[in-house]
Nanobody, 121 residues
Framework: QVHLVESGGGLVQIGGSLRLSCAVS????????VGWIRQAPGKEREDVAC????????LYLDSVKGRFTISRDNAKNTMYLQMNNLKPEDTGVYYC??????????????WGQGTQVSVSS
């Protein structure tokens, strides 16, 4: 069973930065495509980014391009989401997720519990 634990969320002012981490246990990360999904209050979940097993990143939201970077460190079994120039609309719960596929599909089998990101104005 793959277990994912997010960390790094918190309260930050507009324009600030946060780096989310997702530690994976129970299996080797290199066999999984992994992604970040967020859910704002009162809204549906939306896919933010994914990185496949070939370490090719994808950003799904135009609103985060140029500000967010997804990465993975297979040696540490950890993935990251670097978020810069944060805006109030980035507020929400951020989940990391994984699927044992080579390429990103926006579909995942394993999920973390989520970490709250709040951007204050």
């Amino acid at each position: 069973q793959v277990h994912l634990v997010e960390s790094g969320g918190g309260l930050v002012q507009i324009g600030g930065s946060l780096r989310l981490s997702c530690a994976v246990s129970g299996s080797s990360l290199d066999a999984y495509s992994v992604g970040w999904i967020r859910q704002a209050p009162g809204k549906e979940r939306e896919d933010v980014a994914c990185v496949n097993t070939l370490n090719m990143p994808m950003l799904y939201l135009d609103s985060v391009k140029g500000r967010f970077t997804i990465s993975r460190d297979n040696a540490k079994n950890t993935m990251y989401l670097q978020m810069n120039n944060l805006k109030p609309e980035d507020t929400g719960v951020y989940y990391c997720a994984a699927r044992a596929l080579k390429y990103c599909t926006m579909s995942y089998d394993f999920w973390g519990q989520g970490t709250q990101v709040s951007v204050s104005s």
